[in-house]
């Protein structure tokens, strides 16, 4: 059993930025992939980054693309994403998730194994 904790969340003004953390329990293997994604009220879940073959591959939707960037400290187990030029329609709760045994990559739509319970990003206009 793996154990995803984020935090870094938080409110903010637009045009500000935020850096959440996602501490796994488990050592972060270049198997495995990390994912980023937010889900606002009323919406569906949205992937919106990916972080995999030891942090050295990232992949972002287009709504974030430029503006987040995902990174991987393997010393700590832990993945980040740095979030720049925040928007009020960022605002949603974030989760990260991790996905073992990927062979060549992994999407927004692999089968996570595991998931965190969210930290909660707020930004005001």
């Known amino acids: 059993q793996v154990q995803l904790v984020e935090s870094g969340g938080g409110s903010v003004q637009a045009g500000g930025s935020l850096k959440l953390s996602c501490a796994s329990s488990?050592?972060?293997?270049?198997?495995?992939?990390m994912g980023w994604f937010r889900q606002a009220p009323g919406k569906e879940r949205e992937g919106i980054a990916l972080?995999?073959?030891?942090?050295?591959?990232?992949y972002y939707a287009d709504s974030v693309k430029g503006r987040f960037t995902a990174s991987q400290d393997n010393a700590k187990n832990t993945v980040y994403l740095q979030m720049n030029s925040l928007k009020p329609e960022d605002t949603a709760m974030y989760s990260c998730?991790?996905?073992?045994?990927?062979?060549?990559?992994?999407?927004?739509?692999?089968?996570?194994?595991?998931w965190g319970q969210g930290t909660q990003v707020t930004v005001s206009s």
């Open positions: 998730a991790l996905v073992k045994g990927i062979g060549n990559g992994c999407d927004f739509g692999s089968r996570w194994d595991y």
């Open positions: 488990s050592y972060i293997y270049s198997t495995t992939c």
């Open positions: 972080i995999y073959y030891g942090g050295s591959l990232t």
